[in-house]
């Protein structure tokens, strides 16, 4: 039996709701047809927004969205994105499936999509092919509530009032897409850029430099020493590929035993960029007080066979459900560096917790996942620790068969989350809490076969549902964890 440990007196630090954010970029069928449908569609709508996602992901509690990218960021100039909507200017999504983009959803849409939400926005402005002046008007447009160029054309584009922008992003992966930049160059540039975007009234920003791409630690080391003190946040992108990026990444269905286990290494690695990425700010920052932004991450799979190769839609199985909770859990547990986490994204690409087609909406086990973690928002993490054993069908590719976060949120409850990443075995554990007295127990899983995943026609194949197989003891909790799941626990 394996021991689950709990002590809810070691208190580690404040979980930012933040690190259960989200990422909605201008690719594929996320804005238009996920997101935004537009106020004449046959599908129900408020200004536009689909309602049924946007329930959903209140119900979620999703806390920000980023926004408009990505790479596209770096292409895209906000001032095409406003005004009457037959004045707009079209333009060719260069990065992302050649397609027009047509600027119906802009700055207003989004701004009132996250409204709609209730979540705070992020937004990410161009570096890479934009300039400074236009950055500095994009920021004045959106939080200035004075007399200005700026605020006159929102106003006159129909918001009297400025908005609260806190999350800025100054440039996306320069290193690349944003502008094959070198460290140095960039962040050179990101001080020029971010002394412009200024904090009108009590609007201050939270301003985000462009971080590393995986293990690209000489850019950290780069950026941290020549504007380390000019930043709020730090970004760093990674996906969690099976195979090779330029010439198959693999199948997201249909996969096989040692597909899952690769998976799971690889989604693990996470663990060891935070530290690395950590240990060199640490050096620039000894007092955490630049966030680590994982503003990009999950999983990443060749594209459903027929789709556009460049709208990176991809279905969801429980091989994504097991990656959301592991990163999950790896975001709690270094919540003292880690503050904003953004999965891509957020609906019909990549790791996507919503798939639409026309007026059907299916629910993802990446979904489900979030839901049942979003307990953690804001709660207090405290120590804990599992035994564990290595499993998986090659000694190079083995993983830790189970892995855990507890919190205690501010009415007192524990939330504990914890993932059996076995294909083939479940395990009894015995909670142990220290020094705590458990008097109620709740909990939901989540759990199926390793390729199970939600399609349109049955769109409740992988669902929460109710656990029960557990029992409380004069030390905690003993449970019995099925293989391939995920728990979350609510104790009083």
């Known amino acids: 039996m394996s021991k689950l440990f709990v002590n809810v007196h070691d208190k580690k630090g404040k ?3 933040e690190i259960y954010g989200h990422f909605s970029e201008h690719l594929g069928r996320c804005i238009y047809e996920g997101l935004y449908v537009g106020e004449n569609s046959k599908i129900p709508n408020t200004n536009g927004m689909r309602n049924d996602v946007v329930q959903a992901l209140k119900e979620m509690k999703i806390p920000v969205l980023r926004w408009p990218g990505g790479c596209f960021a770096d292409e895209y100039h906000w001032k095409d994105g406003i005004g009457p909507k037959e004045n707009r200017k079209k333009m060719i999504n260069t990065h992302w499936g050649g397609v027009v983009e047509d600027n119906s959803f802009g700055t207003h849409e989004f701004m009132e999509l996250c409204r709609q939400l209730e979540c705070e926005p992020y937004i990410n402005g161009n570096v890479g092919s934009g300039t400074v002046q236009e950055m500095s008007e994009w920021v004045e447009y959106l939080t200035f509530e004075g007399v200005s160029p700026m605020a006159d054309l929102r106003k006159k584009n129909g918001n009297e009032e400025a908005w609260k922008v ?13 502008g094959n930049m070198t460290p140095e160059h960039y962040a050179n540039e990101y001080r020029r850029y971010q002394t412009f975007c200024r904090n009108y009234a009590d609007n201050k920003l939270y301003k985000i430099a462009c971080g590393a791409n995986v293990d690209d630690y000489n850019w950290t ?8 003190n000019f930043m709020d946040g730090l970004s760093l992108h990674y996906y969690t590929i099976p195979g090779e990026f330029w010439t198959g990444k693999g199948a997201a269905t249909g996969f096989n035993e040692k597909d899952w286990y690769i998976t799971l290494k690889k989604t693990l690695k996470m663990e060891e960029l935070i530290y690395r990425h950590g240990a060199i700010m640490d050096q620039y920052d000894p007092e955490k007080k630049v966030g680590l932004i994982v503003d990009e991450w999950g999983t990443w799979f060749d594209v459903e066979v027929g789709t556009n190769p460049g709208f990176l839609y991809q279905q969801n199985t429980m091989r994504d459900a097991l990656v959301a909770g592991i990163n999950l859990n790896i975001f709690n547990k270094n919540c003292d560096r880690v503050k904003m986490a953004n999965i891509a994204q957020l609906v019909n690409v990549l790791q996507s917790v919503i798939l639409t087609e026309g007026e059907k909406m299916i629910l993802t086990p990446t979904y489900h996942v979030f839901n049942m973690y979003k307990n953690h928002q804001d709660a207090t993490l405290v120590e804990s620790h599992i035994d564990t054993e290595n499993i998986g069908v090659e000694e190079e590719n083995q993983v830790p068969n189970l892995h855990e976060s507890v919190s205690v949120d501010a009415e007192g409850r524990i939330n504990v989350t914890i993932n059996n990443l076995s294909i083939s075995d479940g395990y009894d554990i015995e909670g142990i809490f220290i020094e705590k007295e458990i008097k109620t127990v709740k909990a939901t899983i989540l759990t199926n076969e390793m390729g199970a995943y939600n399609t349109f026609d049955e769109p409740e194949i992988v669902k929460a549902q109710e656990f029960k197989d557990f029992k409380i003891t004069g030390k905690g909790i003993d449970f019995k964890i099925p293989k391939c799941s995920v728990i979350h626990f609510v104790i009083e």
Do not use: L, P
């Open 15 to 17: 979980i930012n709701k």
């Open 166 to 178: 806190k999350y800025f992003g100054v440039g996306n992966e320069s290193w690349g897409c944003g």
């Open 221 to 228: 080391e780069g950026v941290m020493k020549v504007a380390g």
